[in-house]
């Protein structure tokens, strides 16, 4: 059955996948895999490459390489679970890129599963100085989703390897230091200077619109800023860094 689904998910096209047993999972900060689904034995995790363009000195051709590869990712992931469900019966909770999850006001930025706590007990990679997974072929390019079941699934062996080569790059390119503390993402740095059109930038527009007169407000509804919080809310997450995504030399250079 493993040899089978493996195969599904390849040809469909995705980068790589592995296995890993529920029980392997293990997040300090999310929820009980069981919220998720009852019923949970095994979670399917799915790689994949992003496009060269996250090097685009453009962020709307970086951010659309990122976009195509969300819906890519989505539409495949949806495929994989009809197919589990399909052909073996199986129940299945799917898990994106990012959005959604549930949102609560002491755990805003915490989604309610770890991709990267699974994709490392799927044996795709391991953690590096970025916090960030490295996959053993792809490097630090490459993005999860998953899909957790209650399929009883042999897990694929973990990796006890260090991919991260301590050369620092990633530290040094984060344009607000948010990587300096060892082993910790400095989330309110990165939040505002990787995402400054989500939630915190619209309720700081919000409350500038508030405050103003009738003619200022007018002038904050006709400004540039206005327009990309509105292009940002239409199309959803809007990373304007890769920085330290795009900067890891592992896995860079041709098999
Ligand atoms: C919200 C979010 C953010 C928030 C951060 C929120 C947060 N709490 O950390 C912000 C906006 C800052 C962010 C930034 C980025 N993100 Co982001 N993000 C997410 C998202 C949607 C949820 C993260 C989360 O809450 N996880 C739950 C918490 C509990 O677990 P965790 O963050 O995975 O794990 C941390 C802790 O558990 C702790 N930890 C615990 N044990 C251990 C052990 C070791 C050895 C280490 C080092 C750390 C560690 O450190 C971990 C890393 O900070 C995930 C997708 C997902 N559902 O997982 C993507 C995700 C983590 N992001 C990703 C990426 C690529 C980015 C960015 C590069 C932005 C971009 N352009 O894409 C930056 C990188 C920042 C960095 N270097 O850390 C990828 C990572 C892929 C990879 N190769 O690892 C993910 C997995 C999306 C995906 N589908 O692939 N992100
Ligand atoms: S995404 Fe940008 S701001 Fe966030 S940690 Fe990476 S380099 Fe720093
Ligand atoms: S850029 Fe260098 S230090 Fe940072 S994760 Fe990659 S190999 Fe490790």
Redesign the pocket.
């Known amino acids: 059955m493993e040899e089978q689904i493996r195969n599904y998910i390849l040809e469909l096209g995705v980068d790589d996948a592995g296995f890993a047993c529920a029980e392997d999972y293990?997040?300090?900060?999310?929820y009980e895999i069981s919220r998720l689904l009852p019923d949970a034995k095994s979670i399917i995790v799915m790689a994949?490459k992003?496009l060269s363009s996250?090097e685009s000195p453009s962020m709307s051709a970086?951010q659309n390489g990122?976009l195509d590869l969300g819906a890519f990712?989505r539409s495949a992931s949806y495929r994989i679970a009809r197919f589990l469900e399909n052909k073996y019966n199986a129940k299945v909770a799917t898990?994106?890129?990012?959005?959604p999850?549930e949102l609560h006001n002491d755990?805003r930025?915490?989604?309610?599963?770890?991709?990267?706590?699974?994709?490392?007990a799927a044996g795709l990679?391991?953690?590096?100085?970025?916090?960030?997974?490295?996959?053993p072929r792809f490097g630090?390019?490459?993005?999860?989703?998953?899909i957790i079941t209650n399929l009883a699934l042999e897990p694929s062996p973990q990796t006890s390897q260090d991919f991260c080569i301590h050369c620092n790059l990633?530290v040094e390119n984060?344009p607000v230091r948010?990587?300096n503390e060892?082993?910790?993402?400095d989330?309110?740095k990165?939040?505002g200077h990787?995402?400054p059109y989500?939630l915190t930038g619209d309720i700081a527009f919000q409350l500038q619109l508030l405050g103003s007169s009738a003619e200022e407000q007018k002038k904050l509804l006709m400004d540039e800023q206005y327009a990309r919080l509105r292009q940002a809310a239409h199309l959803g997450?809007q990373?304007?860094?890769?920085?330290?995504?795009k900067i890891c030399p592992v896995g860079l250079s041709p098999e």
């Open positions: 293990k997040s300090p900060k999310s994949f992003p996250c970086a990122y990712a898990i994106p890129v990012s959005y999850f755990r930025a915490i989604a309610d599963f770890s991709l990267r706590h699974a994709a490392v990679g391991a953690f590096g100085r970025h916090n960030l997974v490295i996959h630090t390019r490459v993005i999860f989703t998953s990633c984060c948010a990587l060892e082993g910790k993402t989330v309110m990165c939040f990787s995402q989500g997450n990373y304007m860094c890769f920085n330290c995504l």
